[in-house]
DNA sequence: GAATTTATATGAGAAATCTCACATCCGGAA
DNA sequence: TTCCGGATGTGAGATTTCTCATATAAATTC
């Protein structure tokens, strides 16, 4: 596979392919589990992720939704967290895995893969500020208005309210009822199975705060 | 100064200091502020600051407290962010100060910088990633008890409360109410412009959730 | 020192959000 | 097919949190 060579290439000034194996994982299996303790890098090179996090309360907090291209495991990688996430493919998922215990003395000394590395863990964290913040400043209502835009195709919504609720940190029941809100104000219709945005300009109202 | 000597042979490979200065911020003074774009990297060798961003709402959030030794400018270094913060001198606060402009081709080969640059914002991110999760699952009561425990000192707590609101992402009024509440349950006590830790034990069960 | 801002404090009522209870619907397992 | 667990939807009442008003004390400015 060349799409590998040349893959491994744009992100390491080594040769990694000694390193590297190809995995695939099925709908609901867990790449990381709570409390385990990786020695891999996970590239997701095709799927649909789920990373969470189960508190002392019962509640679950849903962190995000890695989609291809993304990494997994880099946190545990530079040892800053220990076993507190759970990965779970939501869809069947590509890997690139790297043996990264066995390269770590190579990883640490590869300036464009650990240029690579700071951008991706500053991305992530420049995105948590951000939701963090929101979520300080803002009712579910705006929270919501930007998660329906981001997370629908075209003018379709068809996410598990489950899901949503989990992810937006807010129960389940108030979920329904802003809702059910913005399809009163004509903003959104239900269409069978899934919603449908009838007014994205207010949507974006809404969700710019 | 060999202090300076010592320290930029521990974070760099090359020798930093053409593009080293020092610099001092009095309290209140602004080492970022919303819409900047710094060219530079600030060490924070001493004192301590805050990081905040105010919405469209008015609302602020207050993101950290950084304190020595911590690092100021890296995400705007990596181009994940640009100029949505502001990082204020709370006090007086002395920084080392690198032109990244300047010296940026060297930092992006100098792994020994990298692999620190990743630490440090891989552990922010596992921080807010705490916090965000934590903040979607217990109300303030739980959320609280932690902030006491943690910005005590000893047994005495002595923060501004608009500033602990505007951190912990609740109205100040909504602060004060559970504050009168661990009160009058014994968990604290008022003493003169300052509280008590009274019952760390049962702060202690509480933050924990 | 007077004036002005900022922090502290508390009350009352409203809005946001949660818990629990219950009903329905659907897809997969036996 | 039947059964069952999970997802959906809705109601009622409780809890958490917010907004606004108001008052005083402390700190800053002039």
Redo the contacts between chains.
Sequence with gaps: MDRIEEWSRELFSFDVRPFLEERIFTPGEFILREGSFPQHLYFLTQGRAKIY?T???G?V?L?SFPAAPDLIG??EL?E??RGS?CVQALTRCHFWVVDSRRCLPQL????KF??F???H??????R??S????????PLRNQLAAFLLMASEGDRYRQRHTEAAEYL??SYRHLLYVLAQFRQEGLIAREGGEYRILDRAALEALA??
């Design positions: 996090t508190h002392k309360n509640k907090s962190l880099d946190m530079l800053v967290r996430l640490r000394e590869d300036p650990l240029w590395l700071c951008n863990v500053a991305r992530r964290s420049a948590q500020t939701t963090l913040t929101i979520q300080q400043a803002y940190g807010v710019a705060g």
